[in-house]
């Protein structure tokens, strides 16, 4: 079954704009990373989040993590029509060794010019 | 630049005809992976190697099959495609270092079947 779960699942904001993105999973976990993915291409990895870690930042990117809430947020400050893309957060769980990420549905962000 | 490359990037089969699609990788990544993602979905894991360790997902259609016969080159055969089957198919690797890792994924190949 899928472990992460993201809200909402489309997002419409204008330029300029925040844009924050939630995920919810289900079991413990290591460490939970974010990624991004343009209309047609691979994903490309944004941030990882590890277990005992609050808070992540990367340049326009603030990442959260509450392993009570089994939850996590990406924030996009200053949003820019690049930034359109669908983001996905994926779980290493604790209780699987095989190497394996598990993605969550994903959100569609639209950032209008 | 160390990258992952995925070729074709697009490929037509017939339904019924077998198809490779083929990854390879200049990171030296000793695990690589394979996804199918449909449209609007999250990338769903098909099997992965650990180097030569092959681990395929429970739920993985035996239609589904991959070689791995370097460190550098992974093939995903569809032995036989179904409608069904039409997706992108993702590669990905990653480098085992200890618990924490990232996967750096090449740009897909969009199956189509007709």
């Known amino acids: 079954s899928q472990q992460g779960e993201e809200d909402p699942q489309a997002l419409s904001i204008q330029e300029g704009e925040n844009a924050t993105m939630n995920c919810s999973y289900k079991t413990s976990i290591n460490n939970l990373q974010w990624y991004r993915q343009n209309s047609g291409r691979g994903l490309v990895h944004l941030i990882l989040i590890r277990s005992n870690e609050r808070e992540k930042h990367s340049g326009r990117l603030r990442v959260t993590l509450d392993t009570s809430k089994k939850s996590s947020s990406l924030l996009i400050t200053a949003s820019r029509a690049a930034d359109t893309a669908s983001y996905f957060c994926a779980t290493e769980p604790t209780m699987d060794s095989s190497y394996k990420l598990i993605f969550g549905s994903g959100t569609r962000l639209l950032v209008r010019p | 630049d160390a990258m992952v490359i995925q070729n074709p990037r697009y490929q037509v089969t017939q339904f019924g005809k077998p198809v490779t699609l083929s990854c390879s990788q200049t990171l030296n990544h000793n695990v690589m992976y394979w996804y199918q993602q449909k449209s609007s979905q999250a990338p769903k894991l098909l099997f992965h190697?650990?180097?030569?360790?092959?681990?395929n997902e429970a739920d993985t259609p035996d239609n589904f099959q991959s070689r791995r016969p370097n460190t550098s080159f992974c093939f995903l055969d569809i032995r036989s495609p179904g409608l069904g089957d039409a997706a992108m198919y993702l590669c990905a690797t990653s480098r085992d270092t200890g618990r924490m890792y990232e996967q750096y994924f090449g740009p897909g190949t969009r199956l189509t079947v007709t």
């Open positions: 190697y650990y180097d030569k360790d092959f681990n």
